[in-house]
């Protein structure tokens, strides 16, 4: 027995699968700031650190990611406002960051100048808070005006709770609230919610009111019309939802010319409102409701509304199908015209990726097989929708965007969607670092500004995508990185590492890790991404065939893969590990619970894993859309199926187990690993469990936590599966 399992002989032992409907032993794990559950909590780090963290292997992976997270060759990625670019970045001598600006030339050399606006390290020692940066708004300015009004969001602990504050760009400088800046929930320690702007001086703000003014995840249930100068409790209700929805919002969008102002009703994931308000906060004040479908998605530019669509819509003769992107005049839809014009229909092998406006042209990234294609889409000059996606001198036009790297990730974000028709692509891949060009809309090449280094030799590796066979018959494809001799199946079983995810239609591509490249590609190990069902590799169709009670094709598709790379020669059960982290953290759980003879080690990350208790655990209502409600006896049938806490059996053969969550993540609950593990060490399992005491859902709040973090993962892996 180890020294990691003999650590646990104060808990029970169990021996048969939990009953959901008894008294839960370790229930007491849920109460997050508990004194108790925090002296277990510091219990397992301890004996993380003695076992995992005590493998001379584990410092040297630790400082590796760390160099590379502190490097000052990384691409600063940055955001234009005006005549400068904005960038947040951390480093060795900045541990939580400083957000700064340079001049676009400036950014073209290899050494630009930066101005500090803000530095988070000053203000957490000034302020004695663990500041976590959250992100900023920043305002329009009208023409000739600077660029001044700043909305920062900061986290304490890095929680998605979060603090508002008026910032003045110009002064560099917090506006106090005794000069009329706004503010949010700084006396709270923060809320769930944000401040947006509404104009120079007003803000919409949706956070929590007071009692009953959250839904039953835990957000914002009121949004709200806040007028500089006034009494916080004298903003006005522009809308109040249901007890039973998710999240309520508002934004204004501040094209000169085209603003509009817009109400946003989440009554559940994948299914919500949206509202266009005029004289918002005023007795004047009116809703229409877009009458879209309720799963469909609207954006707004300019003139132009765009549709895309979770399921098929049918208007009068003509049917959409689901995972379209269609396109119309805002005005005349709003006023009961229905002229769509169709810019995007999925087929078997291609989805919608993405869609990023410019000034006047419309970029489409298409997943063809999970590699990206370009496209760019100019609307018609009249400003009516054409009737055909080809298009003509009354149509929508397609043309080639220029050429990207054709096994690359390619990402595409505007430079000023409101001014010009200049584009950022950003492009990666498992070998090639990321490269940051500019292009501009009917320019025939990229030029590329900025790539990052490279952290590792890739000379004799390569990366190539597969197909695995599911149980049902659906081909699921699959990345692969390793030597060519792993790849071949011929040097014999290999360290591997399968990673996914499969949820929230969120699609899994590549990209460039300088940890796996260091830590395990450099030292013989293959790395493994799975596509699988529950993404949205293939639009909302490959989402949708794993929700509720098809959670099962997921794990299903996963245990696909794994039975591939093993019947490729590529590795065996012995030597392959799997790693995931919050929807993928049930993933792997289930993973281990179902199918524990197909792997070596298990890592678990932020996890879901109680799926009895998931919906009453801080954010976990919202994702009912996704798994079903457990309090629904009907439902329950088939989430008891995939709820690996109910699922563990004391009498059952498992791989090592590493867990890893964070106390201040406050949307999966850290109850979740916290008992999970307690329950593996009450079988006799072999597990590791660590916690960092802040970090957010994300699990670290700086750089040296997630290399530190990162290290127990890595070494683990290694420990487990043979590697070096």
């Not at 808990?11 to 008294?23: H, K, M, R, S, V």
């Not at 808070?129 to 700043?150: I, M, N, T, Y």
């Not at 469909?296 to 509304?305: D, I």
């Not at 669509?309 to 049917?319: A, F, M």
């Amino acid at each position: 027995m180890s020294e990691r399992q003999r650590t646990t002989t104060s808990e029970p032992t169990i021996t048969t699968p939990l009953d959901p409907d008894a008294q839960d032993p370790f229930g007491w794990l849920e109460e997050v700031e508990g004194v108790e559950a925090l002296a277990w909590v510091r219990a397992r780090n301890e004996e993380a650190h003695a076992s995992v963290g005590a493998d001379p292997v584990f410092a040297k992976i630790e400082a590796q990611i760390l160099e590379v997270l502190d490097s000052d060759d990384r691409v600063p990625e940055v955001s234009r406002l005006g005549e400068h670019l904005y960038n947040f970045w951390r480093d060795a001598d900045h541990e939580r960051g400083i957000w700064r600006r340079t001049t676009p030339e400036s950014y073209r050399t290899d050494d630009p100048e930066w101005e500090i606006l803000l530095d988070l390290d000053a203000l957490a020692a000034e302020e004695d808070e663990s500041w976590v940066w959250h992100g900023a708004s920043v305002l329009r300015p009208e023409p000739g005006e600077p660029w001044r009004k700043v909305l920062i969001d900061l986290s304490p602990g890095g929680s998605d709770a979060d603090v508002t504050r008026e910032f003045d760009l110009v002064e560099k400088a917090f506006v106090s609230p005794a000069d009329g800046g706004f503010t949010r929930a700084v006396e709270q320690g923060g809320a769930k919610g944000a401040l947006s702007w509404c104009g120079p001086d007003a803000v919409y703000v949706y956070t929590d009111f007071g009692p009953g003014s959250l839904t039953p995840s835990g957000y914002p249930r009121i949004v709200k019309l806040w007028r500089r100068g006034t009494p916080f409790e004298d903003a006005a209700v522009v809308y109040e939802g249901t007890d039973e929805d998710m999240y309520i919002s508002a934004r204004r969008i501040h094209t000169p010319g085209f603003e509009r102002d817009l109400v946003s009703r989440s009554i559940a994931f994948y299914k919500s409102e949206t509202y266009v308000a005029t004289d918002p906060g005023t007795p004047e004040q009116t809703l229409t409701k877009l009458d879209i479908p309720d799963s469909a998605e609207a954006g707004f530019h300019r003139e132009w509304l765009l549709i895309e669509l979770r399921d098929e819509w049918s208007l009068g003769e003509r049917t959409y199908a689901a995972g379209s992107l269609l396109a119309t005049d805002a005005d005349r839809f709003l006023a009961g015209e229905r002229d769509l014009t169709v810019l995007f229909e999925p087929t078997p092998k291609t989805s919608l990726a993405g869609a990023t406006w410019t000034r006047n042209h419309l970029v489409l990234n298409v997943f063809e097989d999970v590699k990206n294609r370009l496209y760019t889409l100019t609307p018609p000059a009249s400003g009516r929708a054409g009737a055909s996606e080809a298009g003509g001198s009354d149509g929508w036009t397609r043309s080639e965007f220029p050429e990207t790297d054709p096994v690359a990730a390619v990402g595409t974000r505007a430079v000023d969607a409101v001014e010009s028709d200049e584009v950022w692509v950003v492009t990666s891949g498992y070998l090639t670092p990321a490269t940051y060009g500019l292009t501009t809309i009917g320019d025939e090449t990229v030029e590329p500004i900025k790539s990052a280094p490279a952290w590792f030799d890739t000379d004799g590796l390569r990366a190539e995508q597969r197909f695995a066979t599911s149980a049902d018959g659906t081909r699921i494809p699959y990345f692969i990185v390793g030597s060519d001799a792993a790849l071949a199946g011929s040097a014999g079983p290999a360290p591997t590492l399968l990673y996914g995810y499969g949820g929230f239609e969120i699609p899994m591509t590549p990209g460039y890790s300088a940890g796996v490249g260091r830590v395990w590609l450099s030292e013989g190990g293959v790395y493994v991404v799975a596509n699988i069902r529950g993404g949205g590799e293939y639009g909302p169709a490959w989402h949708q065939a794993a929700l509720k009670e098809n959670r099962h094709k997921a794990y299903e598709d996963f245990a696909a893969v794994a039975r591939h790379l093993a019947e490729t020669g590529v590795t065996d059960a012995s030597r392959l590990g799997i790693q995931g982290g919050s929807n993928g953290g049930l993933l792997t759980g289930n993973m281990l619970t179902l199918y524990p003879e197909l792997f070596g080690a298990v890592v678990i990350q932020v996890p879901l894993l109680d799926m009895k208790r998931y919906s009453h655990l801080l954010a976990g209502a919202s994702w009912m859309a996704e798994y079903g409600d457990p309090d629904v006896p009907e439902e329950w049938d088939f989430i008891k199926t995939f709820s690996p806490y109910h699922l563990l059996d004391g009498s059952r053969t498992y791989p090592p187990v590493l867990l890893t969550t964070s106390t201040k993540d406050d949307r999966v609950h850290p109850g979740h690993a916290r008992k999970m593990a307690a329950l593996l060490a009450a079988t006799g399992k072999d597990v590791t469990y660590y916690e960092n005491i802040e970090g957010g859902h994300g699990g670290a709040a700086n750089n040296a936590q997630s290399a530190h973090l990162s290290a127990f993962a890595w070494t683990f892996l290694r420990e487990r599966l043979g590697l070096g």
